[in-house]
C-alpha cells in the first residue's frame, strides 16, 4: 500500500473524528493517532506491515455484529472492552465506518454532551 493511500485514509479518518464537537487529536507513546473526547479515546488509527489501521470503541453487543462481518476483527489487548478494527478499509465500508466512529465518540463523551448531541438531531 502506497503512504499516499495511507495518508488519504488517516485524513478520511480525522475529519471525521476531529468533526464532532470537543474531540481532539495526540500522538500516543506508541506512534498511533489517538482521538479522545474528554480524555477518554474513541478512535485509534496507525500503520502496521498490513497497512493502515483503525480501531474504534464499541460495546460488546455491537462488537459481535460487526466480528461476523470478514473486514472487521477484535483489536488486539482492548477487544475484551469492546474495542473492534478494521485494516485498509475502502470503498463504501467508509459509509458504515463513519457511523462507528460516531458511535464511538457518544460511548466515550460526557453524558451532558451526548445529550446536548441527541437534541441537536432532532
Keep these: 500500500m502506497k503512504s499516499q ?3 488519504g485514509m488517516l485524513e478520511k479518518v480525522r ?5 464532532l464537537p470537543e474531540a481532539v487529536e495526540i500522538i500516543d507513546g ?4 489517538t482521538f479522545k473526547i ?5 478512535v485509534i488509527s496507525g500503520e502496521s506491515e498490513q497497512g493502515f489501521g483503525i480501531s474504534f ?3 460488546r453487543e455491537t462488537q459481535e455484529i460487526l ?3 470478514e473486514y472487521f476483527f477484535k483489536t488486539a489487548h482492548m477487544g475484551h472492552h469492546g474495542w473492534v478494527s478494521i ?7 467508509w459509509d458504515e465506518l463513519t457511523d462507528l466512529i460516531q458511535e464511538a ?12 448531541r441527541m437534541k441537536c438531531k432532532k
Aim: charged share 25%; with cysteine.
Design 105 to 116: 465518540y457518544l460511548r466515550a463523551a460526557p453524558k451532558l454532551l451526548v445529550k446536548q
Design 5 to 7: 493511500d495511507r495518508a
Design 30 to 33: 506508541f506512534g498511533h493517532n
Design 57 to 59: 470503541k464499541s460495546d
Design 15 to 19: 475529519s471525521i473524528c476531529l468533526a
Design 67 to 69: 466480528l461476523q462481518k
Design 87 to 93: 485494516q485498509n478499509p475502502d470503498g463504501e465500508v
Design 38 to 42: 474528554n480524555g477518554k479515546s474513541f
